[in-house]
């Protein structure tokens, strides 16, 4: 069967700044320099984000390499601690300016589009610590400089901004389940940062219209469809709730402007809704966005809760509990993550039926391996990551679908380009087109992008899955 994609589709992959760069010559460590300052042994293997990709120093052969792979696209976001050298004045680090325009230019020069981010889980340390970050008011309007900054200095070249990527997951992380900085758990915090969050995307779109730049800027969002185990009406309700607090939340009111009236009730009634302004919910009901990224990984699967609620404080889990579906398909190099390919259907359906149909693109899609599972350098000098091949045709296979049937998708970016360094899992789990040695930073191309090569060649592949 061939599979196609649009005329001018974007193929490629996506990182992140602090994933990728390495801390070199950085004047504001994030809260990832600090936590592992604090706690080195929440970090697989205690690797820091020290050196990571090292593309600090090795942008331009980096940018080589994607021309290679003919990835015509690419995201990574700026660091805020590299770019704003006194986060008080917001006055610019020179260094830091060089390095991106040089990075920006780069990418240009191989035909490759840059997409840029303002924020990836990346807060600078001290605005944590002194204001509590998106905790307070004081940080929403230093993003908002952050990004009016950003705009006026690489907006000329750079048409494609994304605000956040994944701005729930520093929620999740950081305030309710214990895997990021600041490490609390606390469902009053957790909506006031998910609040402020959403406010600061808004006025960095709005500083965005205000410089008067000619690309489009939008919110990189992961969509984690919920799928339950039958058609029980109590288990239904809980894919409602679980779809109302992981998707709606920022899905909601970044892309219509407000707020889901049954999600709002419940945190009303849990007491931990913020105080809120006439005028922050109009900011944030006009700022309108141009496109929308997509992560996705996993499906979720959930039902009525079958046990008590234990917990002493409120968190979603009160209104639903997870399963693992018995026919599922997993990965067993993910923690047995599930994998479910039409999962990409059903989002692109929902975007169309619920969402305006924006326009949209799949900005991270990633399978997740380890280096034992993908093994070393073969006879014909790529690594074999074929499994991961497997499954990146599968789930385009169901992308393609939903764009025949209209879905407004312009672009497909794998998660990641070199294999980078993931949080506190470091480099435990591999993404990459292009494995990195972790002593020497070589980059080794892997089958996947001998494979991508030919799938952008082709604007799609024959699937003969
Ligand atoms: O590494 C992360 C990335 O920062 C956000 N999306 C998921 C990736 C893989 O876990």
Redesign the pocket.
């Known amino acids: 069967m061939k599979v196609t994609f649009p005329e001018g589709f974007l193929w490629g992959a996506a990182t992140?700044g602090i994933?990728s760069e390495g801390g070199f010559e950085k004047s504001n460590p994030s809260i990832w320099e600090l936590w592992y300052d604090k706690e080195p042994e929440r970090f697989y293997q205690q690797i820091p984000c020290d050196v990571v990709c090292d593309t600090y120093h090795r942008y331009e052969e980096d940018a080589r390499l994607m021309a290679e792979i003919g990835m015509n696209s690419f995201r990574t976001s700026i660091q805020w601690g590299r770019l704003i050298k006194n986060l008080e004045t917001n006055e610019v680090d020179e260094k830091a300016v060089e390095f991106y325009n040089n990075y920006i230019d780069a990418l240009l020069d191989q035909g490759v589009e840059p997409i840029l981010g303002l924020y990836?889980?990346d807060m600078p340390a001290v605005l944590q610590e002194t204001y509590g970050g998106f905790e307070s008011k004081e940080v929403v309007e230093k993003f908002a400089q952050y990004a009016k900054i950003c705009f006026e200095l690489f907006g000329d070249r750079v048409k494609k901004w994304s605000t956040f990527?994944?701005p729930i997951?520093p929620v999740e992380g950081g305030y309710l389940y214990d895997f990021h900085y600041p490490n609390k758990k606390d469902a009053r915090l957790a909506v006031l940062v998910s609040y402020n969050t959403i406010l600061a995307h808004a006025k960095a779109v709005h500083a965005y219209r205000e410089v008067g730049c000619s690309g489009e800027i939008g919110v990189v969002l992961?969509l984690t469809p919920s799928y339950t185990c039958d058609d029980q009406p109590q288990n239904k309700l809980a894919a409602y709730y679980a779809d109302l607090f992981f998707n709606r939340s920022f899905l909601d009111p970044m892309v219509k402007g407000e707020f889901p009236q049954d999600l709002v009730d419940i945190l009303k009634a849990a007491n931990v809704l913020p105080t809120t302004t006439a005028e922050e919910m109009t900011t944030i009901k006009t700022a309108t966005i141009d496109f929308m990224g997509v992560?996705y990984?996993v499906p979720r699967r959930v039902r009525a809760r079958t046990t008590v609620y234990d917990l002493d404080y409120f968190t979603p889990e009160m209104f639903f509990e997870y399963y693992i579906e018995e026919n599922a398909r997993f990965n067993p190099f993910r923690d047995n993550n599930e994998i479910k390919p039409v999962a990409i259907y059903d989002i692109a359906q929902n975007i169309k039926e619920n969402y305006g149909n924006i326009k949209w693109y799949l900005s991270?899609i990633?399978i997740?391996m380890d280096v034992v599972s993908e093994g070393a350098v073969q006879a014909d000098g790529l690594i074999d990551d074929s499994f991961r091949i497997a499954l990146l045709e599968e789930h385009l296979v169901e992308l393609s679908k939903a764009i025949s049937e209209g879905a407004n998708c312009f672009g497909v970016h794998n998660?990641?380009f070199i294999d980078?360094w993931?949080?506190i899992?470091s480099f435990k789990?591999r993404?990459g087109f292009y494995r990195l040695d972790l002593e020497t930073q070589e980059r080794q191309m892997k089958k996947s992008g001998v494979w991508h090569r030919e799938l952008a060649k082709n604007n799609g592949f024959i699937y003969e899955g």
């Open positions: 992140s994933q990836h889980f990527n994944e997951v992961n992560n990984y991270e990633g997740a998660w990641t980078c993931s949080w899992n789990r993404y």
